[in-house]
């Protein structure tokens, strides 16, 4: 079965936001296992693992792909352009060459150059899945998803056999095009070549129907595979969370823990948004009690799931008693923003304010979540002196100074501003002045 699609390699789509989950995935594993010899053995130790007619030849590119991995990092494209320029008036040939050239087109993409690595490729006379794959995930990194549609059909024209990090790469193409004929097309290739019993591909498969919005393809890809992990069972129970499906992937958690899967930190944070959105206070306990259990409940990303979990339930009083016990002294604001936001959201607006002056009292630095709940809670509060001093503690953070959504922020203050000016009204006691100044 060959692809019938036909599509323009330099022509972007408009989406934005392209995933970048399956590309470090992707080209970390190449670069450990595909590509050259495993970094976890360092000094003779390595040299005395590569084969010896293999030894020199190893000896002259490692350093030069050691070197394009600190131009990724550094994301030093002129760096690299100096690498590239040296590989190109050397004498590598053959596998040496196309080993260089992969890096080389990486570590372009990596920089935010993708014309430069689309150059390199075109021009690289031998190719592997590796070259392929690592088109396809640049592609999806730029936003052109339809380019990296096009690279799995030119490699599958070529004759390149596509592997579990090629396959699980273009599903991520087809969920940034939002094209679920291309996923089933996807799919199809994937029972052709024989990779649905790979536990990788087959949650990727899952991962991408559910994204597609196609979750009853998702949980039958789901119900067929032969073998689970956590990362399976995490992505069937976001994939019911992200399709409306709250019970389900309440449901899903469950019968993850009575088969013997133990849930992670993701598990936790998946199922309480799914509980949040049910609004069912007697599955909130259970899920707390599941993460008291694991010894996870005192984890700040967990607990920040929990307290906002209870918050949308209905409960603050569980939230805040989940907060004091765990939290308090938390320097981290995330646990912080969740439950001044559930305060907020429930019409606490005292507790809120109160809320957020112990957080600037225990040098908790806020952050501009923690201002919007905020300044919706002074609005409700009709003061607007205690406004004003909020907007400055913003301020002093570089909160007007640095996000990228400054100008919302200023329209909403001035909008708050107006509507307490409107209706004459001044509290009468400064709760932020008298507590922080």
């Known amino acids: 079965m060959t692809f019938s699609v036909t599509l323009s390699l330099h022509q972007p789509t408009h989406l934005t936001s392209p995933p970048s989950s399956v590309s470090t995935r992707t080209i970390a594993s190449y670069f450990a296992t595909s590509q050259f010899p495993s970094n976890a053995h360092r ?88 070259s392929y794959t690592v088109m396809i995930v640049a592609s999806n990194e730029h936003g052109y998803y339809l380019n990296g549609m096009e690279f799995f059909r030119v490699m599958m024209d070529q004759g390149v056999s596509p592997d579990a990090f090629a396959f699980s790469a273009v599903m991520q193409s087809c969920v940034g095009s939002d094209s ?132 949308k339930c209905g409960s603050p009083y569980d939230a805040r008693l989940l907060f004091d016990s765990k939290f308090a002294f938390c320097e981290i604001n995330t646990p912080w923003n969740a439950m001044i936001t559930g305060y907020s959201q429930s019409g606490s607006h005292q507790e809120a304010l109160e809320l957020f002056i112990r957080m600037c009292q225990n040098d908790v630095k806020p952050d501009i979540y923690t201002f919007c709940s905020v300044f919706n809670a002074v609005a409700a509060l009709k003061c607007l002196k205690s406004l004003r001093e909020i907007h400055g503690i913003a301020f002093k953070y570089g909160i007007d100074m640095m996000h990228p959504q400054k100008d919302e922020i200023y329209t909403m203050l001035e909008d708050l501003m107006r509507t307490i000016k409107s209706i004459n009204y001044e509290s009468e006691f400064n709760f932020v002045s008298s507590t922080i100044y």
């Open 43 to 130: 000094g003779s130790r390595l040299v005395k693992a590569v084969p010896p007619n293999e030894t020199q030849r190893w000896l002259h590119t490692q350093p030069l792909i050691d070197f394009l991995k600190v131009c990724e990092e550094s994301r030093s494209i002129k760096q690299a352009k100096s690498v590239h320029g040296y590989v190109l008036k050397s004498n590598f040939g053959g596998l040496d060459l196309l080993v260089l050239l992969n890096h080389v087109t990486h570590v372009y993409s990596k920089c935010m150059d993708y014309g430069a690595a689309l150059r390199v490729f075109d021009v690289m006379s031998q190719k592997n899945v590796f």
């Open 180 to 311: 679920i004929e291309l996923g089933e097309m996807v799919h199809a290739q994937v029972i052709v070549k024989g990779f649905m019993a790979h536990l990788y591909v087959s949650t990727s498969l899952l991962n991408m129907y559910a994204k597609l919005g196609r979750i009853d393809s998702s949980s039958k890809v789901f119900s067929c595979m032969t073998e689970l992990n956590d990362v399976s069972w995490n992505a069937m129970i976001s994939g019911f969370n992200s399709n409306g499906q709250h019970l389900q992937a309440f449901d899903c958690f469950i019968e993850m823990i009575e088969v013997g899967e133990t849930p992670n930190n993701l598990s936790l944070v998946s199922v309480s948004k799914a509980v949040g959105q049910s609004g069912d206070i007697n599955r909130c306990h259970e899920v707390h009690r599941y993460a008291t259990q694991l010894g996870l409940d005192s984890s700040a990303q967990v607990g920040t799931a929990l307290i906002d979990m209870y918050s």
